[in-house]
């Protein structure tokens, strides 16, 4: 039976044409052109805010003490096991060296990127998670400058919370800025902070253009489109569950996909029946955005069997992967394109997202295909080094001689060459291409 879309969306992430290409580009050029001045100027006229851009430890004190001690006692939480789970990954990374032949060293080090820039939205929904998420992983990997950059509220500031959060996770500098003067400042260096090597972190489509286009001159974490999630579900999971979770990633914004992939029917229908009654049931701004995503974004597709069911979610590689099904250790041996994957209804993309310890900065549209998400290890660099005695060097020399000649690369053959000479002047060797 061939894959049976019984709700099937109508627009794509790529669907939003608009001018943001441009609109970036001007921006991005200005304030690379104009410095800290030009940079005010887009922060006056976008974030309309006129307080202090990089954050005294007096304003930082100041903001920390006014988060409610439950609230500070769940950050701490959150950021506890994000930092454990950072520095198990990073124990999988480990500085090498090996001898390729005898005498020819090779080695391997791990080098963390010198000053990383994390962007922690905070426009429509105030995104403590993401300064968890990658102030912290920054600074497990080495770090050795780290600035969280953070839209401000008209009169307001930074939020409070996200202020806390990312001083409790490590960030050497909080600046007040958002969108892409925000990107600029961090990528430029502007208001006396070093340049970012990398910049991580959610975005609107503003601020992923802004990476988009500065990547090359800067590292980033990947090029994000609107979030999406899946769920594999089958006779054994629960509608009502199956249901909440789609709703809840839906809120994320207007454009955010949320897909079914079942093999019942019934779960099928009656989920399609609950989502839009549990969206009605959201507060105003979260019921826009899940309304939409619902309407032109959603689908609900009926598979065969669990195999196609799992060909479908590798053929969407989505950012978020759940299954609720039979059998777990099946679909996490068969599955192989997603972000993060959720094994259960016990687990939820919601804890991914805020405190469980993996990390929520992940690939989308369809990127987790072939790339996973942010890490420890995207802030550092795998190097490789080598060293050889002479007698190590000799049959390196005569097969780098022999192969640069038959690419046409004389230059590179008589960098072997002038070594077997030196280090060998009583021996002959055959060098030719053809020998």
């Not at 006014?66 to 990073?90: C, G, M, T, W, Y």
Request: hydrophobic letters at 40%.
């Amino acid at each position: 039976m061939p894959r049976e879309y019984l709700k099937k969306a109508s627009l794509t992430s790529k669907s939003d044409a608009s001018e943001t290409k441009k609109i970036v580009r001007a921006i991005l050029d200005d304030i690379e052109a104009g410095g800290d001045a030009k940079a005010l100027e887009y922060a006056a006229k976008f974030d309309k805010y006129d307080g202090s851009i990089i954050l005294t430890p007096e304003e930082i004190e100041a903001a920390c003490a006014l988060v409610p001690e439950k609230l500070k006692r769940d950050i701490q939480f959150s950021h506890d096991n994000v930092r454990r789970f950072a520095e198990q990954q990073k124990s999988t990374v480990a500085n090498i060296e090996y001898e390729v032949v005898p005498g020819l060293i090779a080695g391997q080090k791990a080098i963390p990127v010198d000053a990383a820039g994390c962007y922690v939205p905070g426009g429509r929904y105030s995104h403590i998670a993401s300064a968890i998420m990658t102030v912290t992983t920054a600074k497990v990997a080495g770090c050795n400058h780290i600035t969280a950059c953070s839209p401000p509220r008209p009169g307001v500031g930074i939020a409070p919370a996200i202020v806390y959060a990312a001083h409790l996770c490590g960030a050497d500098k909080i600046m007040a800025m958002g969108g892409v003067q925000g990107v600029a400042a961090m990528t430029f260096g502007l208001f006396g902070l070093p340049k970012a090597k990398i910049l991580v972190g959610p975005g609107n489509q503003f601020v992923a253009e802004a990476k988009r286009m500065l990547f090359g001159r800067v590292g980033i974490d990947m090029i994000a489109g609107p979030t999406d999630s899946l769920i594999l579900a089958d006779k054994t999971a629960d509608a009502h569950i199956v249901a909440t979770d789609l709703v809840s990633q839906a809120e994320h914004g207007y454009n955010s996909p949320v897909w079914l992939v079942t093999d019942d029917r019934a779960l099928a229908e009656r989920v399609m029946e609950l989502v839009p009654t549990y969206i009605d049931d959201l507060p105003d701004v979260n019921r826009e955005n899940a309304t939409a995503a619902w309407r032109d974004y959603a689908e609900v597709i009926l598979c065969a069997d669990r195999e196609e069911m799992a060909a479908t979610s590798d053929d969407y590689a989505p950012e978020h992967l759940t299954v609720q099904a039979e059998d777990l250790d099946w679909w996490l041996d068969r599955l192989s394109c997603y972000g993060s994957l959720f094994l259960g209804e016990e687990t939820t993309v919601s804890y991914g997202d805020k405190a469980a310890g993996t990390n929520h900065v992940l690939p989308t549209s369809g990127a987790a295909s072939y790339t996973g998400g942010l890490s420890v290890h995207k802030y550092m660099k795998i190097v490789t080094w080598q060293r050889a005695t002479r007698e190590g060097s000799k049959p390196v020399a005569e097969a780098t001689a022999r192969i640069a000649r038959l690419e046409g690369m004389e230059g590179h053959a008589r960098a072997a060459d002038v070594r077997l000479a030196k280090y060998f002047p009583d021996e002959e060797f055959d060098l030719t291409a053809n020998g």
